[in-house]
């Protein structure tokens, strides 16, 4: 799952693929969102560990891996 998380004061935003599926990224954005957790925390699919502070939140967006085609296809 393609995690894209807006960081308040920042030109960039945080970017991560995530083995989790998009109804657990889902809950835990809500819990973050809802007061009942101050921290975001994702973890990623080589295993790192992502906190972000609810505060700095800007945006969260949800979405499938891509899968990019290599090589050359024919018509």
Request: proline content about 5%; hydrophobic content about 40%.
């Given at each position: 799952?393609?995690?894209?998380?807006?960081?308040?004061?920042?030109?960039?935003?945080?970017?991560?693929?995530?083995?989790?599926?998009?109804?657990e990224?889902?809950?835990?954005?809500?819990?973050?969102?809802?007061?009942?957790?101050?921290?975001?925390?994702?973890?990623?699919?080589?295993?790192?560990?992502?906190?972000?502070?609810?505060?700095?939140i800007?945006?969260?967006?949800i979405?499938?891996?891509?899968?990019?085609?290599?090589?050359?296809?024919?018509?």
């Amino acid at each position: 799952m393609d995690v894209k998380i807006g960081v308040s004061q920042s030109p960039r935003e945080l970017a991560l693929v995530s083995s989790q599926t998009a109804e657990e990224v889902e809950a835990l954005v809500a819990g973050v969102f809802d007061g009942s957790n101050p921290v975001l925390s994702l973890v990623d699919e080589k295993g790192r560990k992502f906190l972000v502070p609810a505060e700095k939140i800007s945006y969260v967006e949800i979405g499938p891996s891509d899968s990019r085609k290599v090589g050359f296809a024919t018509s």
